[in-house]
């Protein structure tokens, strides 16, 4: 699957692309351990679930930029160097995702 | 929504949950640094998607490990109590999971 | 699983809960109907994928009443009674419906 | 949004495919009916909130087919004739459907 031409670094946006998504990540790593705090203290378990729910939220952010970028990249590139493999590969992720 | 009677600790599966809960969690921490390094390293957007999805489903791991220790300890001990408003706390949480 | 105390029927929500959900289920019957039309008049993809994204929201709804009609009722009086199997049965309930 | 190039009529695939989603939709909706009538004949909840999810995994199945029919169709003919506002239009109805 690696494929050299289309990643972030291929983008015109890569470089505040790639800055916005790693901030992202570190807050959501960031709640993670957030969360493993909470089990370990024995806050109230609805309190956790609330926090999940808030991970949940945040990860949808980051899939949904990097939809947006791989799709405007990545996807319509390879539809127009007539590869439509890249069609199927995003539709099986789509899925994942659902 | 501190409650000292109900949390891990008030209940009798408490630290083997605990163990797995956190190892769970620290497993999650780490996918979540693994996607930071291939957004960092310019790897194909589809793989990081698929990596994403893979959190998405380990988080859900956590979620129902969490809601069924939630619902069958503190739930039905405050439903016991005649505090009915648990329901309508959890109703919400799982709103928010869904 | 039929559950003679448990249902509409044993509830003070009742005739007023039931009447709610067969209107929201009537006109989900319709928008399915319309989005058959749709397809047998080739509109356009996208806009049937919207159509559909709408009967999932309007199925949500139907779920959200439906469990918190039977949180409580059904659960609540099965945990007074004592039968804690009712907290397995809606934990694989909400698994499935998340 | 009417976009008389592309849509069911247009493809290749198109008898074989609406009939298969024609055939699905019409299940649906008879399970919807079952539903209104499990409501109206007070059948115990859970089992109603079972068949909601078996609907909306009956759902799913009909979104997928359709998704792939509109990106493999409309979205790569599109984006051949450098209409890229399909990406941005695709984009808003995944995560309506995420």
Request: proline share 0%; aromatic share 4%; glycine share 6%.
């Amino acid at each position: 699957m690696e494929n050299n031409k289309c990643n972030f670094d291929g983008t015109h946006h890569s470089e505040e692309l790639k800055k916005s998504m790693l901030n992202r990540l570190s807050r959501i790593e960031g709640q993670i351990r957030g969360i493993s705090r909470m089990v370990d203290n024995d806050v109230y378990c609805d309190d956790v679930l609330n926090q999940i729910a808030s991970v949940e939220s945040a990860l949808n952010g980051v899939k949904k930029i990097l939809l947006e970028a791989h799709m405007k990249s990545c996807v319509v590139e390879q539809i127009l160097d007539g590869d439509y493999d890249v069609i199927d590969e995003i539709l099986k992720t789509i899925h994942k995702l659902m």
